[in-house]
Each structure stands twice: as C-alpha cells, then as structure tokens.
C-alpha cells in the first residue's frame, strides 16, 4: 500500500488558475497510472484525469482544454494543473494511484472557485 499526499487546493475566482500536486511513498512511482478525481456535494466522485506509465492522458470532457495532468516520476509527484476555473468545478479534488495490488487514494484537497 502506497500513501498519496494532496496539496494546493484553495479559493479561486472565475477564471482563474489552481495547480494540485500530489505526492506519492514508495519506488514503483514510474509503473503506476495516476488520476485526479473529484467530488462536489451531494454529486457522485467523477474521474478528471488519467496519465498512464507510458504518458497517455485521459480527460473528462468537461476539464477537457482546461486542465492538463502530468507526473515527474523522479520526485514521485503526479499534477493537475487547471486554468479557466468555473464555479461548477469547485469539489474536493483527490489523487489515486492504481497499483498491481489495486488503487490507493490520497485525503483530498478543497478546490472552491467563487467570486
């Protein structure tokens, strides 16, 4: 089992930009897929983004031109960088790592775009 620390979740205006990073213990880092899903109140988590070992991405379509993942396997740090921030993405937004023994989940980070 892996742990996964989220950090860089805050307020937002409209517009605006937030970057998520998302820490990971261990040295298998590199062979693991990491996603950032998202849960907003009284909403089912959805997933926002997937990067894959071999860097293939994945996004929902509502992130879709406005958030980007991307990983620095050397520092076990997996990101999601998100611009054009809407109020409809406010959620707590948690990172995942799926692993050959399953999916491990990090505590979430409070991302509120509001003005």
């Known amino acids: 089992q892996v742990q996964l620390v989220e950090s860089g979740g805050g307020v937002v205006q409209p517009g605006g930009s937030l970057r998520l990073s998302c820490v990971v213990t261990g040295s298998l880092f590199s062979s693991y897929t990491m996603a950032w899903y998202r849960q907003a109140p009284g909403k089912q988590r959805e997933l926002v983004a997937a990067?894959?070992?071999?860097?293939?991405?994945a996004y929902a379509a509502s992130v879709k031109g406005r958030f980007t993942i991307s990983r620095d396997n050397p520092q076990n740090t997996a990101y999601l960088q998100m611009n054009n921030l809407k109020p409809e993405d406010t959620a707590v937004y948690s990172c995942?790592?799926?692993?050959?023994?399953?999916?491990?989940w990090g505590r979430g980070t409070q991302v509120t775009v509001s003005s």
């Open positions: 995942s790592a799926q692993t050959a023994a399953g999916s491990d």
């Open positions: 990067l894959t070992a071999n860097m293939k991405p």
